[in-house]
Each structure stands twice: as C-alpha cells, then as structure tokens.
C-alpha cells in the first residue's frame, strides 16, 4: 500500500512558479514510478508528467514541456512538480499517483496503470 498526500498549490498570477509536493509513505515507494495529472472543471482527468522509480526516465505532455519539471526524492519519499511560466488554462486540481507494477525505466502516461492516487491540490492561475 502506497498513501501519497500533495501539497504546494495556490493562487499565483500568470507568468509566475508553484512547486508541489508529494509525500509517500508506504514500504514500495521507492519501486513506484510516479506521475503527475491535473482535471480542471468540466473536463477530463489528464497527464502531466511521470519518472520512473529509479529517476532516470521521465516523461511530459506536450502542453507542459519546457515549463515543468518532475523529480524525487528517495530520501524523502517525495516526488516534486516544479511549475514555471504558468499559465492561466494550467488551473486545475494536480494528482499525484503511484504505478506499483513499473520496472525500473517504466514512466507511463497511460492513468489506467497508477494504482494510487493522493486527494489533489489546487492550483490557480490568474490572468
């Protein structure tokens, strides 16, 4: 069993930064790939970015790429989502989940394949 809590969202203007945060705990932790997906009102849960257990593979949607980064920390049991240059179609509610079955390269961006997921943190961006 993996619980995953986030923290770090807010209110911040256009052009501005957020890091958020996700503290695991559970014994698996460090053989979980981790991802990052985001649901604003009205619309779909989607993907955001992920990295494998072992930190060396990570993956982004197009719509974050180059503004976002995704990292952890074996230490901690936290993984991080560094958000730069927001913008306002990036408000929604951010999820982090835990893929329990990856292998050490495995980043997917598939939502089906995470078997944990936090309660959310919202984040919005003003224009």
């Known amino acids: 069993q993996v619980q995953l809590v986030e923290s770090g969202g807010g209110l911040v203007q256009a052009g501005g930064s957020l890091r958020l945060s996700c503290a695991a705990s559970?014994?698996?932790?460090?053989?979980?790939?981790m991802g990052w997906f985001r649901q604003a009102p009205g619309k779909e849960r989607e993907f955001v970015a992920a990295?494998?257990?072992?930190?060396?593979?990570?993956v982004y949607a197009d719509s974050v790429k180059g503004r976002f980064t995704i990292s952890r920390d074996h230490t901690k049991n936290t993984v991080y989502l560094q958000m730069n240059s927001l913008k306002p179609e990036d408000t929604a509610v951010y999820y982090c989940?835990?893929?329990?079955?990856?292998?050490?390269?495995?980043?997917?961006?598939?939502?089906?394949?995470?078997?944990?997921w936090g309660q959310g943190t919202q984040v919005t961006v003003s224009s």
């Open positions: 989940a835990a893929d329990e079955t990856s292998s050490w390269w495995d980043a997917t961006s598939e939502t089906d394949e995470y078997d944990y």
């Open positions: 559970g014994r698996t932790f460090s053989s979980c790939a």
């Open positions: 990295i494998s257990w072992s930190g060396g593979n990570t």
